[in-house]
């Protein structure tokens, strides 16, 4: 079983929808926790971080962390096209210095 | 200007072939990474330096030697390449291992014949 799991879609939805991914983990340690956005052929780039548990905003994108579920979430309000793209949940615990990452989300918003 | 910058970007050889990925950045950062993304987009990380001093080095065929010249640049070749080792390869940077700052390259897309 990985340390982190992530369902890898793909996730159809139409425009203007209301996104939710989430990843559930297995090691209670993980402190540090990181939505990536992966375009095809390009490499990961840094949407949210958050630490601990409770809900982070910015713009149309939420990150929820539930350290007792050991489950993390990404919302995205009035998805958009340009959405489209595979999302990855990475984590890491203090001292433990490498990223863990969930396989990713394929998310497809269509017009 | 690109922060990180990996070349080539394609890679197409011969099982039994040596090759080399280049990596170089120019955040400033004093961390650099190589990761493996795989066929089914799992992403998970080789090595890792800091400040040119091997920091992280996960379970990988010691065919593959990571060569750090500085702390703005991170090599890797691989020696007798095999079928398995087709890939995504991408390398990134941080300052002080704070994953927050961690930057990624575009990748370098290995395909072994």
Known sequence: QKEVEQDPGPLSVPEGAIVSLNCTYSNSAFQYFMWYRQYSRKGPELLMYTYSSGNKEDGRFTAQVDKSSKYISLFIRDSQPSDSATYLCAMIYTGFQKLVFGTGTRLLVSP | ?113
Request: glycine share 4%.
């Open chain 2, 1 to 113: 200007d690109t922060a990180v910058s990996q070349t080539p970007k394609y890679l197409v050889t011969q099982m039994g072939n040596d090759k080399s990925i280049k990596c170089e950045q120019n955040l400033g950062h004093d961390t650099m990474y190589w990761y493996k993304q795989d066929s089914k987009k799992f992403l998970k990380i080789m090595f890792s330096y800091n400040n040119k001093e091997l920091i992280i080095n996960e379970t990988v065929p010691n065919r593959f030697s990571p060569k750090s010249p500085d702390k703005a640049h991170l090599n890797l070749h691989i020696n007798s390449l095999e079928l398995g080792d087709s890939a995504v390869y991408f390398c990134a940077s941080s300052q002080d291992s704070r994953p927050e700052t961690q930057y990624f390259g575009p990748g370098t897309r290995l395909l072994v014949l």
